[in-house]
């Protein structure tokens, strides 16, 4: 029996492993976002991507808006963090319709000032 086939009758080591790397992405969410590992993984995902698939890709997909999304991407995870980061390129992605016009300008909202308890404003 090959040994993927076997790997895959017997789930429980890499679902465990699966489970670990999952908790360690939520609880490093939890930093702030120059901290996180995962969003530094993530953003050199995706500077990858822009570097070696994109001039490929970007022959047969245009991107509709500016900055094009791996760009916001990167720029909103890099910004808020993996989590907050991650939902707005998915609301980002989840936007794009033919019915947005090419060119159309989009940029990573600015990090919004909230007070703390003492008063003072955080970024």
Do not use: N
């Not at 976002?33 to 570097?51: D, L, S």
């Not at 001039?55 to 993996?82: D, K, M, N, Q």
């Amino acid at each position: 029996m090959p040994p993927l086939r076997r790997c895959l009758r017997r789930p429980h080591g890499y679902l465990a492993a699966l489970a670990l790397l999952l908790l360690f992405a939520v609880a490093d969410a939890g930093r702030t976002p120059e901290r996180q590992w995962t969003a530094w993984g993530y953003v050199r995902t995706v500077e990858a991507y822009q570097r070696w698939l994109r001039p490929v890709s970007s022959l047969v997909i245009r991107c509709r808006y500016r900055p094009t999304c791996s760009e916001y991407s990167r720029h909103a995870v890099t910004r808020f963090g993996i989590a907050r980061g991650g939902r707005l390129t998915l609301r980002r992605l989840w936007s794009c319709r033919g019915t947005v016009a090419m060119g159309s300008l989009d940029p990573v909202p600015e990090a919004s000032v909230r007070p703390t308890a003492a008063g003072d404003p955080v970024d």
